[in-house]
């Protein structure tokens, strides 16, 4: 089984707006990067669609990390997702569950793999969390400047 570890983030301009995410797939000494983003999003899903976007990229059962400074992603996948589960997606306000779309399309993809959620504190000087973080930024400028001009 391979062991693999992906770092990722995701950044929004306005809540919602134009939004971007970067993730970082390193095997041994190889490294990957992927970004990408939507016109019209928010934070927390781009968080999300960075780790789907990762994890959709590793075809076989392997052995990953997933490191995030996400605490809507690591706590959702580790402690909220039983109990969204359990309540027919609603959360403890009794309302539903945001981005339910791209949680059960997390809970898909997670299940070929063995997965550890770990949480980072951002911003704080972590190499893959900072470029990851840099990836989401500059996805978002590219569609900030993209809305500006079809205006």
């Not at 789907?52 to 400074?69: E, M, N």
Request: glycine fraction near 10%; include cysteine; hydrophobic fraction near 30%.
């Amino acid at each position: 089984m391979e062991n693999i570890t992906i770092y990722c983030d995701g950044a929004c301009s306005g809540n919602p707006g134009p939004g971007g995410f970067g993730c970082i797939i390193k095997k041994g000494d190889k490294e990957e990067e992927f970004s990408g983003g939507e016109l019209l999003t928010t934070n927390n899903r781009m968080e999300l669609l960075s780790a789907i976007t990762a994890l959709g990229k590793i075809p076989r059962h392997s052995k990953i990390t997933v490191v995030s400074d996400s605490q809507y992603l690591v706590k959702g996948m580790t402690e909220w997702i039983s109990g969204w589960k359990m309540k027919g997606w609603v959360n403890s306000k009794k309302e539903p569950v945001k981005n339910k779309d791209l949680w059960l399309k997390l809970i898909n993809l997670s299940k070929k793999h063995s997965i550890k959620w770990e949480w980072v504190r951002g911003h704080e000087g972590h190499k893959e969390n900072e470029r990851c973080d840099y990836l989401a930024r500059m996805y978002t400028k590219k569609l900030s400047s993209y809305k500006k001009n079809k205006t």
